[in-house]
């Protein structure tokens, strides 16, 4: 009989802990983790599907004729050639820094807002969050999510318009 309070007590304190404090995961907080997990799949495959290579063409010509074309926007007179040369050195130098600079920077920051997302939604599909904060995280990755989207499409913008400044200047220059 002794030993028969203490097992129903510790076996009470287990059920309790393990089954009635979890609640039943919120249906609409996991389909909008769902939507947010789905743009972010597909950011990442067109970061991934990105071809780098013309890219890394454009900038090592450009890097090589750098020096030759700083010297000739200079020294030219004629206003449509520098016009040219300045706008063909500003996209390569500004544009293709950016996109070199950043591209690495935004894969990773996706990728981790990737294991953030699924890593919130195993939590809401546990029921293991007070819903007020399991609201304040899916806010927060919604919002973090939406920085994250619009640097990478001004990223995939910026290198489409360096491949297009490209080919449309450098046969002028």
Known sequence: MNM??????????????????KRSANKANVRT????????ENLLTEMNAMDRDPLHAIDSSYQMRKATLEMVMRDTL????????????????????????????LLKELNTTRKQLTDLKYDVEQGALDPAVE??????ESLVLSVVQQNTLTLLSTARGVIRDHARLAPIV
């Not at 520098?82 to 293709?96: S, T």
């Open 4 to 21: 028969r309070v203490p097992m129903i007590v510790i076996a009470a304190f287990w059920i309790c802990t393990f089954s009635a404090c």
């Open 33 to 40: 983790l769902d939507s947010l997990m789905e743009v972010t």
């Open 78 to 105: 004629d206003k449509r050639s520098a016009i040219a040369l300045g706008n063909y050195h500003g996209a390569m130098n500004k544009n293709m820094g950016y996109v070199n600079k950043n591209y690495e920077p």
């Open 135 to 140: 609201a304040g995280y899916i806010s927060k």
